[in-house]
């Protein structure tokens, strides 16, 4: 069951990671527009201050999780459930991005999301989280 955890807050981690680096990439002005195809600059310009806040505390919500996870530490459930909010709140603000189609990627993550809270909730009964 941890090995599965890790995967699930892995996957969510790493996910917002990878956007984080694709943001910050694009704020500092190095993205590779003739190797990818995706708009970063239009997507890090039609992004609001409120709705930048809000996707990094995702980031940084997400990555505690997963390093207190690495750790069995009793606080990566709560993390990952304080994670819920920043990361709900960033898919319903990408709504209003149009580089995107958030339609069923956003529920297939937020259906991890949950199973992962299980999962820990799982690993926290049984004493793996110290």
């Known amino acids: 069951m941890f090995v599965v955890a890790l ?5 969510q981690a ?3 990671a990878g956007w984080g680096a694709i943001d910050l990439m694009a704020r500092l002005h190095l993205w590779p527009r003739d190797v990818f195809e995706f708009d970063a600059y239009g997507y890090v310009s039609s992004v609001s201050l409120v709705h930048a806040v809000v996707f990094w505390l995702a980031v940084i919500c997400f990555m505690a999780a997963f390093i ?3 750790l069995r530490s009793r606080f ?11 990361g709900i709140g960033d898919w319903v603000l990408l709504t209003t991005v149009p580089q995107l189609m958030n339609d069923m990627a956003g529920y297939l993550h937020l259906i991890g999301h949950l199973l992962a809270i299980c999962a820990l909730i799982f690993l926290r009964q049984r004493g793996v989280l110290r």
């Open 68 to 70: 207190a996870l690495i």
């Open 7 to 11: 995967l699930l807050v892995g996957r």
């Open 76 to 86: 990566a459930l709560y993390l990952l459930i304080l994670s819920l909010v920043p």
């Open 14 to 16: 790493l996910s917002y």
